[in-house]
T-cell receptor, first 116, second 109 residues
Framework: NAGVMQNPRHLVRRRGQEARLRCSPM?????VYWYRQLPEEGLKFMVY????????ESGMPKERFSAEFPKEGPSILRIQQVVRGDSAAYFC??????????????FGQGTRLTVV | GQNIDQPTEMTATEGAIVQINCTYQ??????LFWYQQHAGEAPTFLSY????GLEEKGRFSSFLSRSKGYSYLLLKELQMKDSASYLC??????????FGKGTRLSVIA
């Protein structure tokens, strides 16, 4: 999992500010998945992206949250007008292929967002 | 819907064997994963099962029964560093992983 890079590792935002979380997938991987983890909870799927496309955003709140994975550069998870309930650890995972096999094994170290 | 159940907490003694169970009901099945997660860190991949049976990898083994919707992770010769959360996750189809809430394992001397 050392190959998936997330930054920042820790992010503190005041209520109403914007949070931008970055994820650089492992080299050669073109599929990115974002998950959110609340304390004492499991990982909850948010959004699945390929380069320049959102494949599945069924786990992402309809308002304030957006994600992108441009042709060049990292994937970005953006949270506008943050609220205290957004405080969580956000993990990114990457894979080279989707659909079959052992393809989603690698997670980044996560970004811990604290909203004050 | 998707549902994955595993015990919330378990305690075991250093040097012993522990089995962590996971049951699942999902709309499809394309593999079951086990991850280890230490507090404040990223999940790290432990095992992957897609066919019935036992997969062994050093001190860790994982078992799958697709007909029963059941898996377990077996940890042998427990060490203090094995104290962590163990996450069971299912890939329902050509879709992202669905995770259980995790089992927090405490290894005591």
């Amino acid at each position: 999992n050392a190959g998936v890079m997330q930054n920042p590792r820790h992010l503190v935002r005041r209520r109403g500010q914007e949070a931008r979380l970055r994820c650089s997938p492992m080299k050669g991987h073109s599929h990115v998945y974002w998950y959110r983890q609340l304390p004492e909870e499991g990982l909850k799927f948010m959004v699945y992206l390929q380069k320049e496309n959102i494949i599945d955003e069924s786990g992402m709140p309809k308002e304030r949250f957006s994600a992108e994975f441009p042709k060049e550069g990292p994937s970005i998870l953006r949270i506008q007008q943050v609220v205290r309930g957004d405080s969580a650890a956000y993990f990114c995972a990457s894979s080279s292929l989707s659909g079959t096999g052992n393809t989603e094994a690698f997670f980044g170290q996560g970004t811990r967002l604290t909203v004050v | 819907g998707q549902n994955i159940d595993q015990p919330t907490e378990m305690t075991a003694t250093e040097g012993a064997i522990v089995q962590i169970n996971c049951t699942y009901q999902t709309s499809g099945f394309n593999g079951l994963f086990w991850y280890q997660q230490h507090a404040g860190e990223a999940p790290t991949f432990l095992s992957y099962n897609v066919l019935d049976g036992l997969e062994e990898k050093g001190r860790f083994s994982s078992f799958l029964s697709r007909s029963k919707g059941y898996s377990y992770l077996l940890l042998k010769e427990l060490q203090m560093k094995d104290s962590a959360s163990y996450l069971c996750a299912v890939k329902p189809g050509n879709t992202p992983l669905v995770f259980g809430k995790g089992t927090r394992l405490s290894v005591i001397a």
